[in-house]
């Protein structure tokens, strides 16, 4: 069992700076990717970002077009948490975003696992 607590939403103008965090707990060792989603007003959510924390070669992580050179997801180890630091926001990038992450089979869990947080809230002004 993984729980997830998402900080570091807020407001902010267009062409701001916000830092999301999600940190972990639980059975962290059987993580083997943290991501990133949003799902703004009627719309159905859509893939941020994520990082592969199994794969020790070549580009580990993957970006949405929409927010590729802008956002970055990093990952702290230590700290069981990802970032999403998002820089020079627009309007569109006004959503609830949420946190989520993947299990292998691990111990006595036989199967892959997904687990999502709870959402912290991005709004961008124009």
């Known amino acids: 069992m993984i729980q997830l607590v998402e900080s570091g939403g807020g407001s902010v103008e267009a062409g701001g700076s916000l830092r999301l965090s999600c940190t972990a707990s639980?059975?962290?060792?059987?993580?083997?990717?943290m991501s990133w989603y949003r799902q703004a007003p009627g719309k159905e959510r859509e893939f941020v970002a994520s990082?592969?924390?199994?794969?020790?070669?070549?580009?580990?992580?993957r970006y949405a077009d929409a927010v590729k050179g802008r956002f970055t997801i990093s990952h702290d180890a230590a700290k069981n948490t990802v970032y999403l630091q998002m820089n020079n926001l627009e309007p569109e990038d006004a959503a609830m975003y949420y946190c989520?992450?993947?299990?292998?089979?691990?111990?006595?869990?036989?199967?892959?696992?997904?687990?999502w947080g709870q959402g912290t809230q991005v709004a961008v002004s124009s």
């Open positions: 639980g059975k962290t060792e059987c993580i083997y990717d």
């Open positions: 989520k992450v993947e299990t292998l089979p691990c111990g006595t869990t036989l199967v892959p696992l997904t687990f």
């Open positions: 990082i592969d924390l199994v794969r020790d070669t070549g580009d580990t992580t």
